[in-house]
């Protein structure tokens, strides 16, 4: 079992900027690919970015089109900790954001925080 936490949503002014932050518990945190997710009200959730597990590609990552350059997502597995660093902010990007863990190279996310939410106003 992996438990996840993540905090760090708000509410910020369009072009702002925001850090979330999700802690995991349980098993060994770097054998798991994290991803964030995001979902908006009627609308599908999303991949917005992910990390590989330390034991593949070192920690590579992937974005979805909407974000890249704006987000970064990294990992401290000393801290079991993964951030996404979210900059030059949108209305678009209003979201509940969430983080999952997926083992190894699986690609199946089987645990996930509460959520965050993050209100991006005009």
């Known amino acids: 079992q992996v438990q996840l936490v993540e905090s760090g949503g708000g509410l910020v002014q369009a072009g702002g900027s925001l850090r979330l932050s999700c802690v995991a518990s349980?098993?060994?945190?770097?054998?798991?690919?994290m991803g964030w997710f995001r979902q908006a009200p009627g609308k599908e959730r999303e991949l917005v970015a992910a990390i590989s597990w330390s034991g593949w590609s070192g920690g590579s990552t992937n974005y979805a089109d909407s974000v890249k350059g704006r987000f970064t997502i990294s990992r401290d597995n000393a801290k079991k900790t993964v951030y996404l660093q979210m900059n030059s902010l949108k209305p678009e990007d209003t979201a509940v954001y969430y983080c999952a863990a997926a083992f190894a190279g699986s690609g199946e996310y089987r645990y996930w925080g509460q959520g965050t939410q993050v209100t991006v106003s005009s």
């Open positions: 349980g098993r060994t945190f770097s054998n798991y690919g």
